[in-house]
């Protein structure tokens, strides 16, 4: 017979357990630019995209992406914010396209 876990009884003892923290463990890293995270292999292509795109652009919205990564023929970026997102979508894919010879970029909202 299923039970909900909550018709089991108190199970304080386990979610204490579960829910523990120990604040030493935690750290608060600067977020760095993409450019500085990504490895070797994305060298190339971050070149291409610099060289394409003006430089207040490369700065606000590329180096702000959170993930990059290629997949097949795809690149698939991570922002941290849907409107992010949208700005990305509408102003760079063919750029992303020809700097990192892809034919399809799919971008993603953490939000």
């Given at each position: 017979?299923?039970?909900?876990?909550?018709?089991?009884?108190?199970?304080?003892?386990?979610?204490?357990?579960?829910?523990?923290?120990?604040e030493?463990?935690?750290?608060?890293?600067?977020?760095?630019?993409?450019?500085e995270?990504?490895?070797?292999?994305?060298?190339?292509?971050?070149?291409?995209?610099?060289?394409?795109?003006?430089?207040?652009?490369?700065?606000?919205?590329?180096?702000?992406?959170?993930?990059?990564?290629?997949?097949?023929?795809?690149?698939?970026?991570?922002?941290?914010?849907?409107?992010?997102?949208?700005?990305?979508?509408?102003?760079?894919?063919?750029?992303?396209?020809?700097?990192?010879?892809?034919?399809?970029?799919?971008?993603?909202?953490?939000?």
């Amino acid at each position: 017979m299923l039970m909900h876990r909550s018709m089991q009884g108190d199970h304080n003892e386990e979610r204490e357990d579960f829910f523990w923290h120990n604040e030493k463990l935690r750290s608060v890293e600067p977020f760095r630019p993409l450019s500085e995270r990504l490895d070797k292999e994305f060298a190339i292509g971050m070149k291409n995209l610099k060289e394409v795109l003006p430089a207040s652009d490369f700065e606000n919205y590329i180096e702000s992406i959170v993930s990059l990564k290629i997949i097949g023929s795809s690149l698939w970026l991570i922002t941290d914010r849907p409107m992010h997102r949208t700005l990305l979508k509408h102003r760079f894919i063919p750029a992303f396209k020809e700097a990192f010879e892809v034919e399809d970029v799919r971008i993603i909202s953490q939000i």
